[in-house]
């Protein structure tokens, strides 16, 4: 085990979700929307997202377990919580600024096409 090890990892990414949905609901967007962010970055399907989050699964074990990851998450860039996102070097790290970075573009109301980055 890595003592260097980001505490992050090991939260379950259940007690991480109600800030999420907070943070967007304040701004009138809505847990659909933040499911669909979810899916899309991870490749669940609704079921089992629901599954990792009644499972409490760690954030380390979600991306782990994701079913595929989407190939054109490498086009969020952008600073979150002070560092550009583009140039995290910790693959889970990234990963769980990428989510991060979803979510802070729907609470600021970015139309739902340009944060799929469709």
Request: charged content about 30%; overall charge positive.
């Given at each position: 085990?890595?003592?260097k090890k980001h505490r992050i990892y090991g939260m379950s990414v259940a007690s991480v979700y109600p800030l999420?949905?907070?943070k967007v609901e304040k701004k009138g967007r809505s847990k659909a929307e933040v499911d669909e962010v979810f899916r899309w970055l991870t490749g669940h399907s609704q079921a089992s997202l629901d599954a990792e989050l009644t499972d409490k699964t760690s954030?380390?074990?979600f991306f782990a377990k994701a079913p595929a990851m989407n190939p054109a998450r490498s086009l969020i860039t952008g600073v979150i919580c002070g560092v550009r996102v583009e140039e995290i070097e910790d693959p889970l790290?990234?990963?769980i600024?990428?989510?991060d970075k979803l979510v802070d573009e729907l609470a600021k109301g970015k139309p739902m096409a340009k944060i799929l980055r469709q």
């Amino acid at each position: 085990m890595d003592a260097k090890k980001h505490r992050i990892y090991g939260m379950s990414v259940a007690s991480v979700y109600p800030l999420y949905l907070t943070k967007v609901e304040k701004k009138g967007r809505s847990k659909a929307e933040v499911d669909e962010v979810f899916r899309w970055l991870t490749g669940h399907s609704q079921a089992s997202l629901d599954a990792e989050l009644t499972d409490k699964t760690s954030f380390e074990d979600f991306f782990a377990k994701a079913p595929a990851m989407n190939p054109a998450r490498s086009l969020i860039t952008g600073v979150i919580c002070g560092v550009r996102v583009e140039e995290i070097e910790d693959p889970l790290m990234r990963e769980i600024r990428y989510l991060d970075k979803l979510v802070d573009e729907l609470a600021k109301g970015k139309p739902m096409a340009k944060i799929l980055r469709q």
